[in-house]
Nanobody
Framework: QVQLVESGGGLVQAGGSLRLSCAAS????????MGWFRQAPGKEREFVAR????????NYADSVKGRFTISRDNAKNTVYLQMNSLKPEDTAVYYC??????WGKGTLVTVSS
């Protein structure tokens, strides 16, 4: 069982930055591929970024490539999403996931123009 709690969301102006954190409980955190997803109002949830168990491999959605960076600290059971050059279209609830089985409740990011 893994419990995930996201934090770091908020209101930011276009061009600004935010860093999201996802704290995980459970001793098996380091074995999971961790992902960030987002859901904008009226839209389906979409993939944002993914990082493998060791942090050696990352993948990004084309829409965030070059602006967002995913990282993890297995000693702290935490995964991060550094978001730079934010755009209004990045406005969404951001969720972290451990594998495909465990999800957090999300944190809201609002980017004003």
């Amino acid at each position: 069982q893994v419990q995930l709690v996201e934090s770091g969301g908020g209101l930011v102006q276009a061009g600004g930055s935010l860093r999201l954190s996802c704290a995980a409980s459970g001793r098996t955190f380091s074995t999971y591929t961790m992902g960030w997803f987002r859901q904008a109002p009226g839209k389906e949830r979409e993939f944002v970024a993914r990082i493998n168990w060791s942090g050696s491999n990352t993948n990004y959605a084309d829409s965030v490539k070059g602006r967002f960076t995913i990282s993890r600290d297995n000693a702290k059971n935490t995964v991060y999403l550094q978001m730079n050059s934010l755009k209004p279209e990045d406005t969404a609830v951001y969720y972290c996931a451990a594998g495909t089985a465990y999800w957090g409740k999300g944190t809201l990011v609002t980017v004003s123009s």
